[in-house]
Structure formats: structure tokens, C-alpha cells
């Protein structure tokens, strides 16, 4: 039995970010990590730029300027200034070489044949400067980047059309349980619906892993046995939900034992979620997470979740903590660690009634959990307490 701080630490030091390397479209990287540095193909911006709706002037000592041409955005004939003349600019228009500042608009008056300034204005204001956001041959973005939203209008802004990627893991689950039965099916007496799958699937889905796989086995020995020997060394990470625990058809501790799996850990202290299973064979990461859905998912949150930020090469691998104001009190046992099913909101947090790891009407309501650690026994209204945010 370990601590969770424990569990986490064999976590992070046994997962490995996956050393295969994908080419993906820009427009389909997102939440990938670069793998490689990425020089900037070319200046940005790509030549002096006007900033504002307004006048490039080509200055002079006095305050009224001729008006000679207008300069679209996307206009590539730049006209010719003398000293004393304006061109009507508008923004992301090209600045010609012979103007040596932008007005905007709203800082002159129009007069007959042209302008009229307030007051004297300095020279290069209102222009984005040839090279000025990055320079052709400079490092745009480093190895280990995370490509966010950001990442990628940056990227594409410097006409990058793919960039190299770590692969993302191929992830197997394993429903195990005689028990379960598909949602449509008729709920014959001793049957439940299946649901963890679903669950795990769209936690996934959610942290942008599309390379899901299910698989349903009974509670036999040899089929899951089968399952888990076929599955090892093809997939990346392997999920199985439920058979983990000590009951005589709990067969999935014995199916890993007879596969040689690396038994990392086994039962962490903790509620909910004892029964968590952390192992390793060649390639693959196996976790057992126990069958009862909202002990399923809260291993998931605490653990997969960080797994699979270690596989992606990412520098952050656990869910955000923060420290709240209670709106409730809690009494718990010392000796585990409790994550209790709450709703946060703007700096103060809720603990919900019916902490059940059996059942998902709680969680299905949160947005975080309230992580009271081992040692401590309770918590109390008004108190300050440590909270996980949840990615949902
Ligand atoms: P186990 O860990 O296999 O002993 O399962 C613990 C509890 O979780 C039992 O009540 C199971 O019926 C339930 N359970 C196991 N797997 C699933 C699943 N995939 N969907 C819903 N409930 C499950
Ligand atoms: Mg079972």
C-alpha cells in the first residue's frame, strides 16, 4: 500500500513521454508537444505594417499635408512620398519607405486637398516594423512546447503548414464484469448498465485523446488473461475497469501476475480509489482502476491524467490545485487520503452530499475535489482547503 504522494511519484518517474514522432497538419495539432525547435521561415511581420486606420506621412515642419493615394491592406503598389504628403493608410496596409510615421484618423482634420494636424508628430509611430514580432532564421517556438490555440495562430501567422509532434498514446479499456450490460439493451434482474467505458472514453476525449479502443471481458480467468496478452506491447496504455479488487472473480491482479506485468503499486491509501493497480510491461502502462464508477473516475483525475501528460512530454502533469474557503465541514478518518466530490466557484468551495464511490449523481455535479490529506481528520466551515480542479 502506497501514499498518494507515492503513487504519483512511481507514476511520473515510470511513464515516459512516448519516443515516436508524428507529422501533423498545424490546423490538427492542437495539445500536441513539439519535438523539435521551430525556426521562423520568414520576417514577421513580413514588412513595415501601419497599426491604424489613419495618414503615413512623409514629414515636414509644417502641419498640413497633401493627400496623394490611398493604401489598402493587401496593396502591394506603394506610391512615392515627397516631403509634405499623406497617404490615407489603413491598418495591416504596407507603410511605404518614404513615409516616416502614422496618425490615426481621429488626430486630424480633413481640409480640402488633405490633412491637418493637431501638433507635431514623432517620427515611426503607429508602424509594426519589418521583423519586429520574430526575424527570418529565429527560434519561433522551442521543443517541449505545448501547441495551444495561441501556439498555432502563431505558427500559421508564420505560414508553417505542419509541425513534428510527439504521438499521442494509443489507449486501450477493458471493462471486466458479468454484471454489465449495454444502455439499450433490456435491464434484465442482476444486470447494470455499463458506464465506466463511456465515462473514461469522454475523460479522454476531453483531454484531446481520440486513439480509444474498448474491449469487454467476463470474469474468467483465461479471457481476461487473452485480452490483457493481446493488448500488451500494442497499445501505449492500457485502462482496465473493475476485477482488481479481492473478490474470488476478481481476476485481473492474477491475469498482470501471470503476464509479468511490473506491479508498480497496489492499493493506494486512499478514499476513494483503494484498489488502484499501477504497472508496466516493455511499452505499455496498465492501470487497474477499481470497478466502482466514481473511484474510477476520481483514479482517473488523480492518476491516468498524469500518466498521460508524462507520455505527451508535457512540463505540467497534474490537474491545478488552489487553496479555497470551505463552505462546509467534513470529519474523516486519518491514515488515507480523502478527494471529496465538490462544486468550486470564485474562491470558496462546497463539499456535495452522497461521497458514495459506487455512484456518479455527485460527481456528475462537480467541478473539483476538496483533497483532505492523510493526516488530517476534519475540516470546518470558513476553513482554508486544498482543492483539485477538474478539467470539465
Ligand atoms: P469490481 O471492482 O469489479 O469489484 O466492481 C465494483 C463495482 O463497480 C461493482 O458494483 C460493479 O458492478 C461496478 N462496475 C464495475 N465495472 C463497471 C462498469 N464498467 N460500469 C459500471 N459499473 C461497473
Ligand atoms: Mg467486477
Not at 173 to 188: D, F, M, Y
Not at 252 to 278: D, I, R, S
Request: hydrophobic share 40%.
Amino acid at each position: 500500500m502506497v501514499s498518494v504522494k507515492q503513487a504519483i511519484d512511481l507514476i511520473k518517474k515510470n511513464c515516459n513521454p512516448l519516443l515516436k514522432e508524428v507529422v501533423k497538419p498545424i490546423n490538427k495539432s492542437g495539445n500536441y508537444i513539439l519535438c523539435k525547435d521551430i525556426y521562423s521561415p520568414i520576417n514577421m511581420p513580413p514588412f513595415n505594417q501601419s497599426a491604424m486606420d489613419g495618414y503615413a506621412l512623409h514629414s515636414h515642419e509644417e502641419l498640413n499635408y497633401k493627400v496623394v493615394k490611398e493604401i489598402k491592406a493587401g496593396t502591394n503598389h506603394l506610391p512615392i512620398l515627397k516631403v509634405g504628403d499623406a497617404v490615407r493608410i489603413f491598418t495591416g496596409a504596407p507603410v511605404p519607405d518614404t513615409a516616416d510615421t502614422v496618425i490615426p484618423q481621429e488626430e486630424v482634420n480633413l481640409e480640402e486637398n488633405g490633412i491637418q494636424l493637431e501638433q507635431k508628430i514623432k517620427n515611426n509611430l503607429n508602424i509594426r516594423f519589418k521583423g519586429e514580432e520574430i526575424k527570418k532564421g529565429e527560434l519561433a517556438l522551442k521543443k517541449g512546447t505545448k501547441l495551444t490555440a495561441a501556439a498555432i495562430g502563431y505558427l500559421s501567422s508564420l505560414g508553417i503548414t505542419e509541425v513534428t509532434v510527439y504521438k499521442k498514446p494509443s489507449i486501450a479499456i477493458v471493462n471486466t464484469g458479468n454484471e454489465l450490460i449495454e444502455a439499450g439493451e433490456p435491464l434484465s434482474h442482476g444486470k447494470i448498465y455499463e458506464s465506466n467505458s463511456k465515462m473514461l472514453q469522454n475523460a479522454l476525449y476531453s483531454l484531446k485523446f481520440y486513439d480509444i479502443t474498448i474491449y469487454n471481458v467476463k470474469d474468467d480467468y483465461d479471457k481476461t488473461y487473452a485480452t490483457l496478452q493481446r493488448l500488451i506491447n500494442i497499445k501505449d496504455l492500457i485502462i482496465i475497469s473493475g476485477g482488481i479488487s479481492v473478490g474470488d472473480y476478481d481476476f485481473v491482479g492474477k491475469a498482470l501476475n501471470a503476464l509479468q506485468v511490473k506491479e508498480l503499486f497496489y492499493k493506494v491509501k486512499q478514499k476513494p480509489g483503494k484498489p488502484l493497480y499501477f504497472g508496466k510491461k516493455k511499452e505499455s502502462i496498465l492501470f487497474a482502476l477499481p470497478g466502482n464508477p466514481a473511484a474510477a473516475l476520481t483514479c482517473f483525475y488523480m492518476y491516468v491524467y498524469t500518466a498521460l501528460q508524462k507520455m505527451m512530454a508535457r512540463e505540467v502533469l497534474t490537474l491545478p490545485r488552489i487553496k479555497a474557503v470551505s463552505n462546509s465541514a467534513f470529519k474523516k478518518k486519518k491514515g488515507r487520503t480523502q478527494f471529496l466530490k465538490a462544486i468550486y466557484n470564485e474562491g470558496r468551495v462546497t463539499v456535495l452530499e452522497g461521497q458514495s464511490s459506487a455512484m456518479l449523481k455527485t460527481f456528475a455535479l462537480s467541478n473539483a475535489f476538496v483533497f483532505i490529506p492523510e493526516n488530517i481528520e476534519d475540516i470546518t466551515i470558513n476553513s482554508i482547503v486544498e482543492v483539485i480542479l477538474l478539467p470539465v
